[in-house]
């Protein structure tokens, strides 16, 4: 008999419990680890944004002394929010979400990833939390330590300890680097979606059907896509299923119905929460391979999205940009507050924005009047 399945099962985002790239510094004292982390973040932050997590048993006791439950202070410079209550995982992401990376105190508090210290002065403690060392991904020596000791080769004997690079605490460039290569060699791949299941109502026929370059535009974008992208789908209505000519494509059907664009964007990354969406509408007849090249290019993956400016009001263009990751709880956020407008999203978010080398690609096709005239 078929196991009963209470929930409808999702593809989840590769989160650990901060973040999609977390790092514990755990077998040293606290203090080493939050000046360790300081030196990290600052030779980091010239290229990535960088989130920190510790905890301040000192100060345990100062939200009490507010009434409200939750401080908002605008200090000029940053932003600081105070909150009283507990905060949990689900929380947790929320708030990093923007960041590129987050360093933990795993004293403190678990990752998913960690960088082991060997620290004489904190081997009794390091000892009761072995459990934590999931996936080191590098050790650092302290002042006097030439090797990794029995009882932690015996607890990471199921990880590849041979290749786990060892450095010095003190060769603070050659971890930065190192942190820096992580980041690089693990960026979310780009997936390419064609958004052809608009109704096409001021067109009065489907516009992903028109032939511009000897085949319908929306298997002309999708070929577009292909040469740049790792796996390409067209975004598709669900009634969209019974068309013959969409047999044998990659297809993904809208599961946020009635959403327009918004929701095919939203259903893509339903599908695939990992991956970065190059999105691109099947109404631009003078998209090129340029183009798309030139966007991929610029792509900047710290921020929401990257996009073109448009030439007509100096908004951002959603329909040619590439999506992140990241952006898709910045997506479903606006939609809880009753907005489902990708154009919005971008405004209002930190985007990376790039001005076309052609802005004829950018050229929507929408009416019977805007195909009057095209010269290709």
Same mark, same amino acid.
């Given at each position: 008999?078929?196991?009963?399945?209470?929930?409808?099962?999702?593809?989840?985002?590769?989160?650990?419990?901060?973040?999609?790239?977390?790092?514990?510094?755990?077998?040293?004292?606290?203090?080493?680890?939050?000046?360790?982390?300081?030196?990290?973040?600052?030779?980091?932050?010239?290229?990535?944004?960088?989130?920190?997590?510790?905890?301040?048993?000192?100060?345990?006791?100062?939200?009490?002394?507010?009434?409200?439950?939750?401080?908002?202070?605008?200090?000029?410079?940053?932003?600081?929010?105070?909150?009283?209550?507990?905060?949990?995982?689900?929380?947790?992401?929320?708030?990093?979400?923007?960041?590129?990376?987050?360093?933990?105190?795993?004293?403190?508090?678990?990752?998913?990833?960690?960088?082991?210290?060997?620290?004489?002065?904190?081997?009794?403690?390091?000892?009761?939390?072995?459990?934590?060392?999931?996936?080191?991904?590098?050790?650092?020596?302290?002042?006097?330590?030439?090797?990794?000791?029995?009882?932690?080769?015996?607890?990471?004997?199921?990880?590849?300890?041979?290749?786990?690079?060892?450095?010095?605490?003190?060769?603070?460039?050659?971890?930065?680097?190192?942190?820096?290569?992580?980041?690089?060699?693990?960026?979310?791949?780009?997936?390419?979606?064609?958004?052809?299941?608009?109704?096409?109502?001021?067109?009065?026929?489907?516009?992903?059907?028109?032939?511009?370059?000897?085949?319908?535009?929306?298997?002309?974008?999708?070929?577009?896509?292909?040469?740049?992208?790792?796996?390409?789908?067209?975004?598709?209505?669900?009634?969209?299923?019974?068309?013959?000519?969409?047999?044998?494509?990659?297809?993904?059907?809208?599961?946020?119905?009635?959403?327009?664009?918004?929701?095919?964007?939203?259903?893509?990354?339903?599908?695939?929460?990992?991956?970065?969406? $190059? &999105?691109? @509408?099947? +109404?631009?007849?003078? *998209?090129?391979?340029?183009?798309?090249?030139?966007?991929?290019?610029?792509? /900047?993956?710290?921020?929401?999205?990257?996009?073109?400016?448009?030439?007509?009001?100096?908004?951002?263009?959603?329909?040619?940009?590439?999506?992140?990751?990241?952006?898709?709880?910045?997506?479903?956020?606006?939609?809880?507050?009753?907005?489902?407008?990708?154009?919005?999203?971008?405004?209002?978010?930190?985007?990376? $924005? &790039?001005? @076309?080398? +052609?802005?004829?690609? *950018?050229?929507?096709?929408?009416?019977?009047?805007?195909?009057?005239?095209? /010269?290709?």
């Amino acid at each position: 008999m078929k196991k009963h399945q209470k929930h409808t099962a999702l593809t989840r985002p590769d989160y650990g419990n901060f973040h999609r790239r977390e790092w514990a510094i755990i077998g040293t004292p606290c203090d080493t680890i939050q000046q360790l982390s300081q030196q990290l973040i600052k030779d980091l932050s010239t290229e990535y944004k960088i989130g920190y997590v510790d905890a301040d048993h000192a100060g345990e006791h100062e939200a009490d002394k507010k009434e409200a439950s939750q401080h908002y202070t605008d200090k000029i410079n940053f932003h600081r929010f105070d909150k009283n209550g507990l905060l949990n995982t689900f929380q947790y992401r929320n708030i990093f979400n923007g960041e590129d990376a987050v360093l933990v105190n795993g004293n403190h508090f678990l990752a998913k990833q960690q960088i082991l210290v060997i620290d004489p002065k904190k081997e009794k403690s390091l000892r009761k939390k072995l459990d934590r060392l999931t996936k080191v991904v590098m050790i650092l020596f302290t002042k006097g330590i030439t090797e990794v000791p029995d009882y932690l080769k015996e607890a990471l004997s199921e990880q590849d300890l041979g290749n786990i690079p060892v450095y010095s605490i003190d060769d603070i460039s050659g971890v930065t680097n190192f942190l820096k290569s992580l980041l690089k060699d693990n960026l979310p791949t780009l997936n390419g979606l064609v958004l052809a299941g608009g109704k096409s109502r001021r067109m009065g026929r489907d516009k992903g059907k028109i032939n511009y370059h000897g085949k319908p535009q929306r298997e002309y974008a999708f070929d577009l896509l292909s040469t740049c992208c790792d796996q390409t789908f067209l975004s598709c209505r669900p009634d969209q299923s019974a068309d013959p000519d969409l047999f044998g494509m990659p297809l993904i059907f809208d599961s946020f119905l009635g959403l327009g664009p918004f929701g095919a964007i939203a259903s893509a990354f339903r599908e695939n929460p990992n991956s970065a969406w $190059l &999105v691109v @509408a099947c +109404d631009l007849p003078f *998209l090129d391979q340029k183009s798309l090249d030139y966007l991929i290019q610029h792509r /900047d993956t710290s921020k929401v999205a990257t996009a073109f400016n448009s030439p007509n009001n100096e908004f951002p263009e959603p329909l040619i940009t590439i999506w992140e990751p990241r952006s898709y709880p910045v997506l479903l956020s606006f939609l809880a507050q009753g907005y489902a407008c990708p154009r919005k999203v971008l405004i209002n978010s930190e985007v990376a $924005l &790039v001005d @076309a080398p +052609d802005t004829r690609a *950018l050229t929507n096709v929408n009416s019977p009047e805007d195909l009057k005239g095209l /010269d290709f």
